[in-house]
């Protein structure tokens, strides 16, 4: 299941989706933490963190943590 961690990335790729998003920001821990725990409740086998560019999210490393602890592949 996708994960969306919001839209913040220090690229400007011509292909962006985000690219006429005026708020490049991520969103919260808590949120994606929700998420997190939703796909888990749905019986995913797994998540995909989307957005502009997850591995720059300050807490990437925590949600990939809190992902495999609900025995989610990452």
Same mark, same amino acid.
């Given at each position: ?10 690229? /400007? ?14 969103? +919260?821990? /808590? ?11 749905? &019986?995913? =086998? &797994?998540?995909?963190?989307?957005? &502009? /560019? +997850?591995?720059?999210? +300050? ?7 809190? =992902? ?7």
């Amino acid at each position: 299941m996708r994960v969306f961690t919001g839209t913040a990335c220090v690229q /400007e790729c011509v292909s962006c989706p985000f690219a006429a998003v005026v708020d490049r920001s991520f969103k +919260p821990y /808590e949120e994606i933490v929700a998420s997190i725990d939703r796909a888990a409740q749905k &019986g995913a =086998a &797994g998540v995909i963190f989307g957005g &502009g /560019e +997850p591995a720059a999210h +300050p807490r990437i490393h925590d949600l990939m943590i809190h =992902a495999q602890t609900r025995n989610l592949a990452v």
